[in-house]
């Protein structure tokens, strides 16, 4: 990662469950980022698209490394021509600042 997004080590910091007022401040930020689900099953989710799949693999790839670099593993939803990227914190049952970071990192891959 660059200096622009330094890795953290998010097993060493303590994560919770952002409380739904600091996830609607967060989500200002992150254009095309909506909730979805409810209760323990809560995310932030966005749809990528993409001319073809294999600009759609790409990026795919790309999320991968950021994911396994930040430790944080979200669902995606793989189609020809977009991608559905999924984030939550499975163990504070809801959104955590980690999703916000990742969700923060994968736009900055199509950034201009």
């Not at 994560?15 to 989500?27: D, F, H, M, N, P």
Request: net charge negative.
């Amino acid at each position: 990662m660059n200096s622009m997004f330094p890795k953290k080590d998010w097993s060493t910091q303590t994560r919770r469950a952002l409380k739904a007022t600091e996830i609607v401040a967060k989500l200002v930020d992150l254009p095309g980022w909506q909730l979805s689900g409810d209760g323990a099953d809560v995310a932030i989710e966005k749809t990528y698209r993409f001319a073809n799949y294999h600009e759609t693999m790409a990026f795919v790839n790309a999320v991968a490394f950021i994911a396994h670099a930040q430790d944080h593993h979200p669902d995606l939803s793989v189609h020809y021509g977009r991608c559905v990227v999924r984030l939550n914190t499975h163990d504070v049952a809801g959104i955590s600042a980690t999703d916000v970071d990742c969700a923060t990192r994968i736009d900055a891959l199509l950034a201009p």
